[in-house]
């Protein structure tokens, strides 16, 4: 079953506050991450594995889980490229994504 274009919810339980993501690619999105709701909050994420309410829905999302472009994958971890090798994918800011997508859009053209 595909997730691709899912919103997700994480809720962090340090700080109370939550970020709705979307899956741009298919792949594997970790259940949970560190704290991207507030400004050096150190707490975890969890995921709502995909149940969210009508509310959630209707919040855009602020985050992406994206394949990693060629060049973001050479500049990973040996434990991160272990991860997208495995199918994982990766979160970047949706602010990020007309980057992103000119980025993978220019790689389909090139022999």
């Known amino acids: 079953m595909s997730r ?5 919810n994480y809720r962090c339980f340090k700080c109370g506050k ?3 993501t979307i899956d741009r690619d298919e792949g594997v999105a970790p259940w949970m991450l560190i704290c991207r ?3 050096n909050c150190k707490g975890m994420m969890y995921s709502s594995f995909y149940r969210i309410t009508i509310i959630d829905f209707l ?3 602020q985050w992406e889980w ?6 973001q994958y050479s500049d990973a971890s ?9 199918g994982g994918l990766d979160i970047y800011p949706i602010e990020r994504q ?8 220019a790689l389909k053209d090139k022999p």
């Open 66 to 71: 994206c394949k990693p472009t060629p060049e």
């Open 78 to 86: 040996p434990g991160m490229r272990e991860h997208f090798d495995k």
């Open 98 to 105: 007309s980057h992103r997508t000119r980025t993978r859009e």
């Open 18 to 20: 939550s970020i709705i």
């Open 59 to 61: 919040r855009q999302p």
């Open 4 to 8: 691709v274009g899912k919103h997700n």
């Open 37 to 39: 709701a507030t400004p």
